[in-house]
């Protein structure tokens, strides 16, 4: 077994870098020039980690990580110390009711709920659920209106499972919530989660007869910016498209892509016209265009997007990032990383115009989620 | 008669270090085994079994040579002095 990980004292302006493979989660570190990263890990070694988070509200600098193991199945841990050490895999137990019918198979999104409310935290789950906490998360309860939604039994897993993999909030109104699930599409609670609708209106669904149902999108990543919330982008198992009103209308903007399949989005920290992607060839052929790694960056809000791959190999990389493996950091000027399922990190501390190797050789990546320490 | 949970390594840690866990009273099944050791140790039992109350995909669990899966499953009957081995399958990880 590798050497216990030892943690990072996380202290005020370093960027951390959370990154969940297959095979177990690796923490990075580095000051705010971003120049040189220490690595710590595997923590929880033969797991796989989807889902990782830093919940700073009020003070904290609490870790939370999932890890699945392919045989006992899926926790939710904590770190207070900077992954020195994690709580036990009980503290945080997140299970289907027996009476439902389900059984947890993978925990895919953790998100601290708003800053007025710091004990509140959602998770996303494969099969798709979300589930919530209202004591800073020792106990969990699935969101009834979204477990018992009479689509649920119409809903059908995409090749990673069924999962509910994006989770947005109003920031001024706690009760509206969107999230997304492959496949199955956008939903949206106005109600604090009793009820929910399907908000897909325009997106397309290639791998069905009807290409414009009520819902059964593959929806890959959805991503807003709290300075405009109402203002969404989504990446699609083909399309790519924003949503001006919390999702009730979608419209295409893959405008000048190589190709509008793909996994990845993120949303840049300080500007709400700026997003970042990284097109793939196609459902068929789940890798970078002409094996050229780019990241495609619009700073219009979609209207164009234009390639990143200075530093990024531009031949023979046949790479694939997936969902949740690309993200920012809330630096001036911003970082943004991402994994791929080759096991490398690549980072850019310059918004995206030129890029560097972080780490090579790890495990499968299968989220990546970056922050600057309070 | 006398029901013996063995466990693996893994699952050790969850059963104040033991290997192995003698159960009280006479379970009929294997699944009443499993029931009466979830009292004691619930995160054992979560380990094995889903909140269906299904054995996990990658999990098996053995009554003597044989796992249960080709017997009768968790309603697999227990009889004398026996031993339910748990052991993570070849197909996980």
Known sequence: MPDTPIGHALEAGDVLLMVGTTKGAFLLRADGSRARWEIDGPHFPGEEVYALALDQRAGRRTLWAAPGNPFFGTTLRKSEDGGASWTDKEEHRVAFPEDSGLSLKRIWQIRPGPDGDPNRLLVGVEPSCLFETEDGGDTWRPVRGFLEHEHRESWTPGAGGMCLHTILQDPERTDRVVVAISTGGVYRTEDGGRTWRARNEGVRAEFLPDKHPEFGQCVHKVVHHPDRPERLFLQNHWGLYRSDDWGDVWVDIANGVPSDFGFGMAMHPNDPDTVYIVPMESDQFRCCPEAKLRVYRTRDAGESWEPLGRGLPQEGAYETVLRDALDTDASDPAGVYFGTRSGSVYGSASEGDSWTLIEGGLPPVVCVKAAVVA | ?93
Do not use: K, W
């Open chain 2, 1 to 93: 008669m006398t029901v013996t949970v063995v466990l693996p390594g893994a699952l050790r840690e969850l059963a104040d270090g033991r290997p192995s866990l003698a159960l009280d009273g006479a379970p009929a099944t294997v699944a009443d085994a499993l029931e009466a050791l979830r009292a004691g140790y619930p995160a054992v039992y979560r380990s094995i079994l889903t909140e269906t109350g299904d054995v996990r995909p990658h999990i098996n669990v053995f009554l003597g040579d044989t796992e249960i899966r080709r017997a009768d499953g968790l309603r697999t009957a227990l009889e004398g002095d026996v031993e339910i081995v748990i052991l993570p399958a070849v197909s996980g990880g």
